[in-house]
């Protein structure tokens, strides 16, 4: 083939750090805090940006797929771990449309806010509620650029029937943006105020 | 590993369909016949749906790298044909980043304008120009759901130093559209109607 396969891996301490696969995180409170470790692990473990993502099923609360930011170590600005974590789960599921007949019905838990290009996939993937912990402000407080998000983002995907929530362990997720601030991470591509 | 990798495959007619790497595409006008030839062979292949991008070298007119939707097959709502060639095309330069220093000059060229989930990448993977054919209501007009983009869509790329080109052979790039619609090809994930 003239173009290798593009090939995604999981930093191999994900699976070191998470608990046994039956485990189940009953509220999303709980769900948030497995997120949120997962993006400071991410940063710390020097595997990526400070973001952390997780599809759980909703009912039962337990872990379809993890998902942290790759962009740097992946060579591919489009791996966000939301992105990241549509892709394991729908491959996890046999489906491009995790809202098929059949499946669970999932939910994704972020660290921080979708960017314009998370949130434009979220419709796609077939998740039905986000549940997001620091504010896009947060995110671009320490530089990131979250790109040009419609202005009513939380109404364009609730039209579409997913639920958002917002402010979940806020602060938490605010403090692992600071510590990758403070601890000297890259702000890669924030081309807007370059 | 509990999570397997995502592999992602162009599919092995592209190698048979492009010429030699060599060959260089001097106007947008070729650049983009290729692309639509790309957009009608991958529904004609039964390897996705009717969508086609290139990432070229503006100044020479090289082909970097081919995308085409790839939804379906690989069972990833998010791997439009926009996506595909950001992916391949990162990875043949080693970087997230196709503005970094020391790496040619790149445009995407897509058959139909973006939706918000690629145009929310396209700021993200450093390609300096758009160039569009069919325009986002050709695809909504056969069904396909371009999702929630920003109101002034070519503005938010241009304020990004991002150049938009559109309507370049928009006739034929609509008669693919079509001819899938006809072909009876399926129109995923348009949730919003249903």
């Known amino acids: 083939m003239r173009y290798p396969d593009f090939v995604l891996s999981l930093p191999s301490w994900i699976d070191r750090f998470l608990p046994e696969p039956e485990r189940v995180y009953p509220s999303i ?4 805090r497995l997120v949120i470790q997962l993006s400071r692990l991410n940063f710390e473990e020097g595997t990526g940006g400070p973001f952390g993502a997780g599809i759980f099923d909703m009912q039962t609360g337990r872990l379809i ?3 942290v930011n790759l962009v740097v170590p ?12 549509i892709m394991i789960a729908q491959q996890a599921m046999g489906s491009y449309d995790l809202a ?3 499946l669970p019905r999932c939910e994704m838990v972020v660290s921080t806010e979708p960017c314009a290009m998370c949130l434009g996939a979220i419709p796609w993937s077939g998740i039905r509620r986000l549940v997001c912990a620091a504010r896009d402000e947060d995110a671009r407080s ?3 650029d979250e790109g040009a998000k419609v202005p009513d983002w ?5 039209e579409r029937n997913i639920t958002v929530v917002r402010d979940v362990c806020r602060s938490e997720a605010g403090a692992v943006l ?3 601030l403070e601890s000297g991470g890259i702000i890669y591509n924030s081309r807007r105020t370059a």
């Open 29 to 32: 409170q709980e769900r948030m």
């Open 65 to 67: 797929a993890p998902g």
């Open 74 to 85: 992946s060579n591919c600005c489009i791996v966000h771990a939301e992105m990241v974590a």
């Open 100 to 102: 098929a007949e059949g």
């Open 142 to 144: 320490i530089g990131f």
């Open 154 to 158: 939380v109404a364009s995907l609730e």
């Open 178 to 180: 600071r510590a990758y």
